[in-house]
């Protein structure tokens, strides 16, 4: 785990703004977000459908480039960056987690989550070995040899979690990671996250549902691609909010 004692933020975004259109068609997805996330910290952005959410988390990760301001992460300016450049810091810093998992349905369990590690340039030993630490941490070891296919969407994520990891990230960012699940999947991988917040890992979750909310250090809410807010959860009331959801007994 990339965890440093550096004060230095590991997300940073400075007066962002994305334009998507023009003239009397443009729409401003996000407008001036200023935004600092320490290491090991975990920040949840809540708000309206189609207030910015998942386009603040894309230019946040890489995924999209903004339309002016700044993007830094783990240290380094990501929106002057060359695409392979920022291709290969999204490969080792970042691991995505999206609502609709995204595992590709003719691999294997074990093949998705080795291929990042893959794609990184890890051998295929060394890959397989780290595929299968994660899927022993999030619980899916007896699924290794099955399709996503076969999956329930709790375990499709815990897989899509899984993944995500594969490349010891500095961030995860998750976009609506609860959103295709039942009550009781939500559960599980709330306890999940818990788990990785605990660890030291940072993360960034962009969700609709309160419970996923409470386990934040911070809650951010957007409207029409602005923060509105920007709270700071107490220790006692994540913890309170916690135990309501339970995560604790």
Excluded: Y
């Excluded at 995924?63 to 301001?69: E, K, V, Y």
């Excluded at 397989?128 to 076969?150: I, K, Y």
């Amino acid at each position: 785990m990339k965890v440093s004692q550096s004060q230095e933020p590991v997300v940073r975004a400075c007066n962002l703004r994305r334009d998507f259109g023009r003239g009397e068609g443009l729409v401003r997805a996000v407008d001036g977000a200023d935004l600092d996330v320490a290491r090991g910290e975990t920040v949840a952005v809540m708000g309206p459908s189609g207030c910015g959410k998942s386009t603040l988390l894309h230019l946040l990760g890489g995924l999209d480039r903004p339309t002016a301001g700044e993007v830094w992460l783990a240290g380094q300016r990501i929106d002057q960056m060359s695409e392979r450049a920022l291709a290969d810091l999204r490969r080792s810093e970042v691991g995505f987690v999206f609502q609709a998992f995204q595992l590709m349905d003719e691999l294997t369990v074990l093949e998705n989550v080795e291929l990042p590690a893959l794609l990184a340039g890890r051998s295929p030993r060394s890959a397989r070995n780290r595929a299968s630490e994660l899927l022993e941490r999030v619980e899916m070891t007896q699924r290794s040899g099955h399709l996503p296919t076969e999956l329930s969407g709790g375990q499709r994520q815990r897989v899509a979690i899984a993944r995500a990891l594969a490349n010891e990230p500095t961030v995860i960012l998750a976009d609506e990671p609860t959103g295709n699940l039942d009550s009781a999947a939500t559960t599980d991988m709330l306890r999940l996250f818990d788990t990785l917040r605990a660890s030291g890992l940072t993360l960034i979750i962009v969700t609709h549902d309160e419970r996923v909310a409470a386990t934040a250090d911070r809650l951010i809410s957007m409207r029409d691609g602005a923060f509105v807010d920007d709270t700071r959860l107490a220790d006692g009331t994540t913890r309170s909010l916690s135990k309501l959801i339970g995560l604790e007994d």
